[in-house]
């Protein structure tokens, strides 16, 4: 079974660019995370999906960060304008269905921003 | 979600069990106790999960106290392998509840 897929594993930019990931979850899983992991912290939750609606986004900063999941597979997570202290790992994780015991976690993709 | 406590770092000899503890003063009745691990440069990795009965997979055991307050996650055998940081996690298996992670604790096992 393949696992969550994230792209890219790295992205370089300078702050006031935007960036966008994407994610691909595990086939048939319903609910889909966007985390967000700042260097020796645990990772924040920024944003979940079930199918293509949101569940929560409560601490997405909406000012900048935006995230869609259309058709409820593939979601991108969008940056616009990127900060300097966005610069984190960006994990995406996705379950069968929401409340599901178990996560699946993608390898993230590593943003620094200059 | 209950808060979690965990210490911020242990050391463990390859081979030997390895002990995490983990503090859920707050818990709630109908709160599961949660292990995730991530290895570095990986996403987390999900380990066991119990509601109040000790559990036991492939990977480890987890040992919740009676009044719920505490539990211990153990790696029987420990290798190097094994060095990441762990999560403990408290959550109810209800739709729209997801994982709310804290700082970990970090194992270092060594030969």
């Known amino acids: 079974e393949a696992g969550v897929a994230q792209s890219p594993r790295y992205k370089i930019i300078e702050k006031r660019q935007s960036v966008a990931f994407w994610c691909n979850p595990i086939?048939?899983?319903?609910?889909l995370y966007w985390y967000q992991q700042i260097l020796g912290q645990g990772p924040k939750l920024l944003i979940q999906?079930?199918?293509?609606?949101?569940?929560?986004d409560s601490q997405l900063p909406k000012d900048r960060f935006s995230a869609e999941r259309l058709k409820g597979v593939d979601s991108t997570l969008k940056i616009q304008p990127a900060k300097l202290e966005d610069s984190a790992v960006y994990l995406c994780?996705?379950?069968?269905?929401?409340?599901?015991?178990?996560?699946?976690f993608g390898q993230g993709t590593r943003l620094t921003v200059v | 979600d209950a808060k979690t406590t965990q210490p911020t770092s242990m050391d463990c000899a390859e081979g030997r069990a390895a002990n995490l503890p983990c503090n859920h003063s707050?818990?709630?009745?109908?709160?599961?106790v949660y292990w995730y691990r991530q290895i570095h440069s990986q996403g987390p990795q999900y380990i066991i999960h119990g509601l109040k009965n000790n559990e036991t997979n492939e990977m480890a055991s987890l040992i919740i106290t009676e009044d719920r307050k505490s539990s211990t996650l153990i790696l029987p055998h420990a290798t190097l392998r094994d060095t990441a940081v762990y999560y403990c996690?408290?959550?109810?298996?209800?739709?729209?509840?997801?994982?709310?992670f804290g700082k970990g604790t970090t194992l270092s096992v060594s030969s």
């Open positions: 999906f079930q199918n293509n609606g949101v569940v929560d």
């Open positions: 996690i408290v959550r109810i298996n209800q739709a729209g509840t997801a994982l709310i």
């Open positions: 707050t818990i709630s009745g109908n709160e599961y």
């Open positions: 994780a996705s379950s069968l269905r929401q409340g599901d015991t178990e996560a699946f």
């Open positions: 086939s048939g899983h319903a609910t």
